[in-house]
């Protein structure tokens, strides 16, 4: 191989790793629950998020009083707390697919199922401290069993839960910050991976996702659900858009 052939051969590779790094990755909000027999934070929602080719399907994971691990977004889910109600009391009830309130174990098992879409886990705030931490153990030793570490991103609003997470995940796992009230730069020199902020704050403060990036972050924004706030966050390069039309926001990175 000559000079120029060779210089060619690494223009030509190194375009093609911009491409792969600089695309913006599809996260679905909560499972891609907006289309037929889903729900949010469904066993089908993900199955959805997988067929349709997302990048990521995020789920909500919550500890009930009885040390239950259950995958909902809402703090009060049809009248029941979902820090107080007992496992017992959530299962009864159903999700507007049908479906019961799945546990973290049942969701992991559909995860193994779908290899090719990473698993985006939102682990809800607690009233204390000691019941998060506990939520952490339980979570890391589920993510263990069901051997999806390497491709799980945790992400979290609380900043002591964020801490608890690195101890357990030292390194291999991916933790990204949610509240949007600390800048890039102090989220890295915590040693989290990303900020997972609004898209309020991140319209507020666009030079952000600059700085993440020069502090070895990524970025991640959400709920991006209109257009003209995909196409936004797309130009402005953030690295993952997470939103309740995943369906939309693929179409719109194909163009
Ligand atoms: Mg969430």
């Known amino acids: 191989m000559n000079l120029k052939s060779a210089a060619v ?16 990755k599809v996260v679905a909000h909560r ?23 997302c990048y990521g399907s995020e789920i909500d994971v919550w500890l009930t009083t009885d040390d239950h ?5 809402d703090r009060i889910f049809q009248g029941l707390f979902m820090e107080t109600a007992s496992f017992e009391e959530l299962r009864a009830l159903r999700l507007p697919n049908g479906e019961q309130i799945p546990t973290l174990d049942e ?20 009233t204390d401290y000691s019941r998060e931490d ?24 609380s900043l002591n839960a964020a801490m608890t997470f690195r101890k357990l995940f030292p ?6 910050y949610l509240d949007g009230d600390l800048t890039p730069k102090k989220v890295s020199k915590l040693g989290l991976d990303g900020i997972d902020y609004s898209l309020k704050v991140l319209k507020k403060h666009p030079e952000w996702v600059r700085q993440a990036h020069d502090n070895g972050i990524e970025v991640n924004v959400w709920t991006a659900n209109s257009e003209k706030d995909m196409k936004y966050f797309i130009d402005l390069g953030v690295d993952y858009i997470t939103t309740d039309h995943p369906d939309k926001l693929i179409e719109i990175l194909r163009q």
């Open 9 to 24: 051969g690494i223009l030509f590779v190194s375009t093609l790793s911009f491409t792969a790094t600089s695309a913006t």
């Open 31 to 53: 499972g891609f629950w907006n289309t037929d027999n889903s729900a949010q934070n469904s066993l089908v929602s993900f199955h959805k998020a997988d067929s349709i080719g």
């Open 69 to 73: 691990l259950v995958v909902n977004h």
């Open 107 to 126: 969701y992991l098992a559909e995860v193994r199922k779908h290899p090719d879409t990473r698993l985006v886990l939102e682990m809800k705030s607690l």
């Open 134 to 157: 506990v939520a952490c153990g339980k979570i890391a030793e589920l993510l263990r069993k069901h051997g999806v570490l390497n491709r799980t991103d945790i992400i979290v609003f």
């Open 171 to 176: 390194v291999g796992v991916k933790i990204f």
